[in-house]
């Protein structure tokens, strides 16, 4: 299995601002994922982070909101930009498994925007 | 629109067996069944998956029936800790895991 750690566990930011969340993997990946899951809520797919090219995003996020990047095979990125209240939501990388589909998912990046 | 269908709740009592029902009655050839947990406040978890025979792990085992539309997670002695919501996910090849909104499973003394 993966070891995946994010940064920071938890934030309080004020309206207007970004935060980029760090996800480290401990060993090499072929793919990274970044969801967000909202108070009370499933989990929801926001992008692919590929390695070497840009991100793919699901149907209602985009790169200007949520920009992504992924230098290498065991690190990425995410940027929640210009934040309103309603990003407040608990932000969580995976990562593909050695097993076919299996995903590791990180503990989680808690954001509150006040 | 939903792949898998499960109760949205159910209980179960220390040291006995849970039984989590799945239905996914559109399951096509090339699909397999995940289940993974979230506890509070904690990631996803995975917890066994399967095609058409049923698994076994040191978490769970995963009963798909014979046509492939249901399947059952058993968790054979569940404990405190395994109290959690659990997903049913319906996927093929490297796609992306579409979460709906599980079954949330209470484990009481």
């Known amino acids: 299995s993966a070891v995946i750690s994010q940064k920071p566990s938890r934030d309080i930011c004020q309206r207007g601002t970004s935060l980029t969340i760090q996800c480290q993997v401990d060993s090499q990946v072929t793919m990274m994922f970044w969801y967000r899951q909202q108070p009370g809520q499933s989990l929801t797919l926001i992008a692919t982070?590929?390695?070497?090219?840009?991100?793919?995003?699901e149907s209602g996020f985009v790169i200007d909101k949520f920009p992504i990047s992924r230098p290498n095979l065991t690190f990425s990125t995410l940027t929640v930009s210009n934040m309103s209240p309603e990003d407040s939501s608990i932000y969580l990388c995976s990562v593909t498994g050695t097993a076919v589909d299996e995903q590791y998912f990180g503990p989680g990046t808690r954001l509150t925007v006040t | 629109d939903a792949k898998t269908t499960q109760p949205p709740s159910m209980d179960c009592a220390e040291g006995r067996a849970a039984n989590l029902p799945c239905n996914h009655s559109t399951i096509s050839g090339n699909e397999y069944v995940y289940w993974y947990r979230q506890i509070h406040s904690q990631g996803p978890q995975y917890i066994i998956h399967g095609l058409k025979n049923n698994e076994t792990n040191e978490m769970a085992s995963l009963i798909i029936t014979e046509d492939r539309k249901s399947s059952t997670l058993i968790l054979p002695h569940a404990t405190l800790r395994d109290t959690a919501v659990y997903y049913c996910i319906v996927i093929s090849g490297y796609s992306t895991l579409t979460f709906g909104k599980g079954t949330m499973l209470l484990v009481s003394p």
């Open positions: 982070a590929n390695q070497g090219s840009e991100a793919t995003y």
